[in-house]
């Protein structure tokens, strides 16, 4: 009961295969993410309400410099 406890029940077939569909797509959204992070770091950026955006691909500050160093 125990080793029950502490691993979980085994996954059903139709979980392990949306698990493996997901991985799948993970570089794919993960891609998109980014893309669409960096549209609103930009627009964010250049919009005069804004006092400061800080976005690694920005380019600017330590930040960007950390980004370009990993």
Same mark, same amino acid.
């Given at each position: 009961?125990?080793?029950?406890?502490?691993?979980?029940?085994?996954?059903?077939?139709?979980?392990?295969?949306?698990?493996?569909?997901?991985?799948?797509? *993970? $570089?794919?959204?993960?891609?998109?993410? &980014?893309? +669409?992070?960096? %549209?609103?770091?930009?627009? *964010? $950026?250049?919009?005069?309400?804004?006092? &400061?955006? +800080?976005?690694? %691909?920005?380019?600017?500050?330590?930040?960007?410099?950390?980004?370009?160093?990993?």
């Amino acid at each position: 009961m125990t080793l029950l406890r502490d691993l979980g029940s085994p996954l059903s077939p139709q979980d392990a295969f949306q698990i493996i569909q997901g991985l799948e797509a *993970l $570089a794919l959204r993960f891609m998109e993410h &980014s893309r +669409n992070a960096t %549209r609103v770091a930009d627009f *964010l $950026a250049k919009n005069p309400a804004v006092i &400061s955006a +800080n976005y690694p %691909r920005l380019n600017k500050g330590v930040v960007a410099r950390w980004a370009r160093l990993y």
